[in-house]
């Protein structure tokens, strides 16, 4: 567990390119502390940390506090990370719909590729993801 | 849900333009950006009221919605309906009719591969976006600092004449210099921005 969520948060970090420091900076967070959980060493961070980790890597709060252990994704009907990615690439390959973005980065990050899930849910009342 | 005459205005503008390139296809994105304007009117367009009331006069509609942290704005084209959403308040104020009209853009790329003339590979799609947008705007610029050059004209002191004319000339620099770097402005906002503390 402590492993698997030290390996989420860094590859939340390098998507973000930053470094331990800026995270640090940014984040109000000892580097090396960071540096523990990453490697596996400490436990996942308590959820107010975690709040400031996520607007730092602009990742959902929910999905830090889901993969920390805070919540159980199932229960809380939020969907996952996996049925967001699934049903993205359903909207992708459907021919009749077709959308574009303006983004800040170069790839669009969980949260909107969830928006415009949502989106394509609302414009072809089909449903791909569950109801919270 | 617009018209059917509101929401013919961009496929008969796509089709126009696909009729008087079709020999050298694709046109650049000033070429198109030029026909857009000509086509539509510069004067119809303005600035982002203006673009917005516009979009709805021709059967997109333009919403605003909390958006993600990374996204400016999006475009959405499924069957007959083309929609756009923006940022509420349109977002930050250097870009939000940059985005308007880079949304815009790609609705017409829709338009143009449902008529079987793609404007290009879709890895170059921001990029001719971007250049389409910042396209229109330098002639709008240019196009309503041309009522301040009038106006500059009618000072009788000739002392002042030259004083206004080089204040238009200069403010109307500044604003093409913006157009054309809405990108980097956006980079150094941003970064502005994330230094506050959160």
């Not at chain 1, 860094?10 to 800026?22: D, N, P, S, V």
Request: include cysteine; aromatic fraction near 8%; hydrophobic fraction near 40%.
């Amino acid at each position: 567990m402590k492993s698997d969520f030290g390996r989420y948060l860094r590859e939340l970090r390098r998507a973000a390119a930053l470094t331990l420091k800026q995270v640090e900076t940014k984040a109000r967070v000892s580097n090396a502390y960071l540096s523990q959980i990453e490697r596996g060493l400490r436990n996942p961070p308590h959820p107010e940390i975690l709040k400031r980790l996520a607007a730092v890597y602009e990742t959902p709060h929910a999905d830090l506090l889901a993969k920390a252990g805070y919540l159980d994704e199932e229960e809380q009907g939020a969907p996952t990370r996996l049925e967001i990615e699934s049903a993205f690439s359903h909207v992708i390959n459907d021919p009749k719909f077709q959308f574009g973005t303006r983004l800040k980065g170069a790839a669009p990050s969980l949260e909107t590729k969830r928006f415009i899930v949502e989106m394509y849910e609302k414009l072809t009342k089909k449903a791909l993801l569950k109801k919270q | 849900m617009p018209d059917t005459a509101q929401s013919s205005a961009l496929p008969a503008f796509c089709a126009a333009v696909v009729n008087r390139h079709s020999s050298a296809w694709p046109p650049a994105e000033n070429q198109l950006a030029q026909e857009f304007l000509a086509h539509f009117g510069i004067a119809r367009l303005g600035f982002y009221d203006g673009l917005v009331r516009w979009c709805g006069e021709v059967g997109v509609d333009v919403s605003t919605m909390e958006l993600p942290r990374d996204l400016r704005g999006a475009n959405f084209w499924h069957e007959t309906n083309m929609s756009i959403v923006m940022p509420v308040n349109g977002g930050c104020f250097i870009s939000r009719e940059h985005t308007l009209l880079h949304e815009l853009r790609e609705l017409l790329e829709w338009e143009f591969e449902h008529l079987g003339h793609s404007l290009g590979h879709v890895d170059t799609r921001e990029s001719r976006s971007e250049q389409f947008a910042a396209c229109v705007r330098m002639a709008m610029v240019v196009e309503s600092s041309k009522d301040l050059f009038k106006m500059a004209s009618d000072v009788r002191d000739p002392f002042g004449r030259v004083c206004a004319y080089g204040l238009v000339g200069a403010v109307t620099a500044v604003l093409v210099l913006g157009c054309a770097g809405v990108r980097q402005l956006e980079i150094h906002f941003d970064a502005q921005h994330r230094k506050r503390p959160t």
